[in-house]
Each structure stands twice: as C-alpha cells, then as structure tokens.
C-alpha cells in the first residue's frame, strides 16, 4: 500500500460544478495535511492546508479531513477552466524520516 | 521579497558533462530538497536537508550528489550526465512542513 494514494485521472467536471479530489493516507501520527496544484509544465503550488477534523474553507475551495477513515479531501466550487490542473496531495510522515510525502496526483479537467 | 531561485532554467547538455543545478532561498528556511519528475509523472525526492552540512538520500535512486554549506544554497551536482537523467529537477524549502517549490530546471542530456 503506498503511504499516499490519489486517483490519478483524469477527472473531467463541467464548468460551474463541484470536483471532488480524494486522498488517502496510511500513517495514523500524520497530523497535517496539505494539497497542492501544479499546473502543466510548472511547479506545484500551495493552495490549502488542514490540521483539524472536519471543513476548512478559502474562496472557492474547501479541505476536508476525516482522521479516523484516514481521508482527505478537496472541493473546488463553481470550477472554472482554470482549475484545469493537476492536485497534489502531501503528508508529513512523522517515521524516522521525517518527511513529506506526496501523492502521484489527479488530474482535473473542466469542460466549458 | 522572500523567494526561491533555481538556475539554469533549461540546460540541454551532452553526455558526460558534468552539471551542477542551483537553487538558492531568501526565506530563511533550514529544510531544502529536490525533487525529479518527469512530464506527466509524479514527483520523486532525490535529496533532502534538514539545515547547514546536512544532507539525506531520497526515495528515488539518484547518481547525482548536493551540499548545503549555507543555509539559503543547496546545490546538486551530477558528475557525468546520462540521456536517463533527462527530467524536470524541482528545487523546495520549507520551514516546517509546507513546502515553496522554486520554478524548475529542465534538464535534456544529448
């Protein structure tokens, strides 16, 4: 099992929807959680983090974090074609490695 | 402004040159790392640094080698490019977990 698992996609939502990424992880100590967006050909960017159980919201997005299912999730709202990206989740292992580990990523399309 | 730099941005290169890929931080950071991917794939880390002479292997196999003498340098060095080091190299720093990617070297070995 890897230690972050992502659907790769490609998801294609139509514009003015709901797209709905998912993530799950497999350290039980991870406590934060962050998702990324890299567009095609560039690096990846921060776009939202989350700590606590439940909902965060900024703008249009929202993070979602289930600990006991070991899931964490990403809604864009009112998706745009600019949201056209590849998302990235990413997980501080908190082993002897101590590091960051990163999904392999889903890529969103949104259909005008 | 506080950022992170890497250069060159495109090198295209022959084989058995030896390169050396910089990347600099003005964030005060003590955690570097680099990451390899290629277009379309997921992102590796080859070497990470945890602050000042500190430096760790990655998950991905690599023959490249860094340093980190100061805090805001980390460079990594290849001592005889291959074609199979042909990729996209990725430069971060972070302060604790969230991590600031730098813009990228794409690296093509003839």
């Known amino acids: 099992q890897k230690e972050v698992e992502q659907n790769s996609g490609p998801l294609s939502v139509p514009e003015g929807a709901i797209a709905s990424l998912n993530c799950t992880y497999s350290d039980r100590g991870s406590q934060s959680f962050f998702w990324y967006r890299q567009y095609s050909g560039k690096s990846p960017e921060l776009i939202m983090f989350i700590y606590s159980n439940g909902d965060k919201e900024d703008g249009r997005f929202t ?14 709202r009112d998706s745009q074609p600019s949201d056209s990206a590849t998302y990235l989740c990413a997980v501080p292992t908190y082993s002897s490695a101590s590091k960051i580990i990163f999904g392999s990523g889903t890529r969103l399309s949104i259909r005008p | ?59 991905l196999s690599s023959e490249s080698t860094v340093s980190r003498i100061r805090t805001e340098h980390f460079p990594l060095t290849l001592e005889s490019a291959r074609p199979s080091h ?13 991590q600031f990617f730098g813009p990228g070297t794409r690296l093509t070995v003839l």
């Open chain 2, 1 to 59: 402004e506080a950022d992170i730099y890497q250069t060159p941005r495109y090198l295209v290169i022959g084989t058995g040159k030896k390169i050396t890929l910089e990347c600099s931080q003005t964030m005060g950071h003590d955690k570097m790392y680099w990451y390899q991917q290629d277009p379309g794939m997921e992102l590796h880390l080859i070497h990470y640094s945890y602050g000042v002479n500190s430096t760790e292997k990655g998950d």
């Open chain 1, 63 to 76: 993070a979602q974090l289930n600990k006991a299912s070991q899931y964490v999730s990403l809604l864009i």
């Open chain 2, 86 to 98: 042909t990729s996209q190299y990725l430069c971060a720093s972070s302060e604790i977990d969230e």
